[in-house]
């Protein structure tokens, strides 16, 4: 039997870290299907809300964590702009809004150390 060397177990075992934390900034936020969750953020599950009706959904979800508010509205920006959403001229405040079908997304930054982002999905009435 071969035997294998300790830098290599190491690069091995490194690519594998690396890997998983790439998987890690992909999943999506469970309750908003299909938006990212940044490296560095986990959404607060006790501060879940969700309301489906027929007339539309409202979800509140938070994400916290140890990023910028900068980098966390930076990352958000250019991937809900992949993702189909249209951004809004915000009306005040440190965030974003975006638009997509039919539905309004409010981005906002509640607290900076640790970083607590608010999302807000309401129809766009």
């Not at 809900?80 to 405040?93: D, N, R, V």
Request: no cysteine.
């Amino acid at each position: 039997m071969k035997r294998i060397s300790l830098k290599t177990f190491w690069i091995v075992a490194l690519g594998v870290f690396i890997s998983m934390a790439a998987v890690r900034a992909e999943q999506p936020l469970e309750i908003l299907t299909g938006i990212p969750v940044m490296a560095g953020l986990s959404e607060d599950l006790d501060e879940r809300i969700i309301f489906d009706k027929p007339e539309g959904r409202i979800i509140h979800a938070v994400l916290k964590g140890d990023v910028s508010p900068e980098a966390a509205l930076g990352f958000y920006r250019d991937a809900l702009y992949q993702l189909g959403w249209q951004l809004l001229p915000a009306e005040g405040g440190a965030g974003l809004v975006f638009s997509r079908d039919q539905e309004n997304l409010n981005l906002s930054v509640t607290a900076t150390k640790p970083l607590e982002l608010m999302f807000d999905l309401k129809p766009a009435w």
